[in-house]
């Protein structure tokens, strides 16, 4: 079992998103192309991990014991971050509207945690107030976690792969 870090499941999703938000901070401060595209994959990638152990492990073990509609809105907004990720991961900083781009996958991760941490009515505050282990929840999300970043660090992260939206392309 991986060491123990964060108090529960929530708060290694908080910490993900406080990562998250400081890289998107970085960005918005970049001035170089190489500066730009080393934290564009780092986001992409933190993104795509965090999506997945979410997806995977966290809101399976909520489903049917909170707001459905909730839930169902974050898949969506999951796969909304994911078109963004695969098509700013197959851009580079000099491509057109490539800061544009993380801009709004920025403002979209934004909402997306706005959504999860409101106080009483967020996914979070709901998640605590039903009876699922949120201590045991951490220790399978951090193996994920652990497996997915290791597959990161070898470049071995497939693409990410939206489940609600199809794409039409003109």
């Known amino acids: 079992m991986p060491k123990a870090t964060y108090t ?4 290694l999703l908080k910490a993900d998103h406080r990562k998250v938000e400081d890289l998107f901070e970085q960005f918005e401060k970049a001035r170089t192309d190489d500066r730009k595209q080393t934290l564009a994959r780092e986001i992409c990638s933190e993104l795509k991990i965090h999506t997945a152990i979410e997806e995977e492990i966290f809101y399976p073990a909520f489903r049917e014991k909170i707001e ?12 909304g971050a994911k078109v963004l990720i695969n098509d700013i991961e197959s851009s580079s900083p ?31 505050a709901q998640c605590r107030r039903t ?23 070898k470049g071995a992260l497939p693409p990410a792969k939206p489940r609600t939206l199809k794409l039409v392309l003109a």
Not at 68 to 79: I, R, S
Not at 139 to 152: T, W
């Open 131 to 153: 009876d699922v282990d949120l201590v045991a929840l951490r220790d399978r999300m951090l193996i994920r976690k652990q497996e997915l970043q290791a597959e990161a660090e």
């Open 94 to 124: 000099s491509d057109d509207f490539y800061d544009a781009k993380l801009t709004v996958l920025s403002e979209e991760i934004k909402h997306h945690v706005h959504e999860e941490e409101m106080p009483s009515e967020g996914i979070f």
């Open 68 to 79: 459905a509609d909730m839930l169902d809105e974050a898949h969506v907004e999951h796969d």
């Open 8 to 11: 529960d499941a929530i708060a």
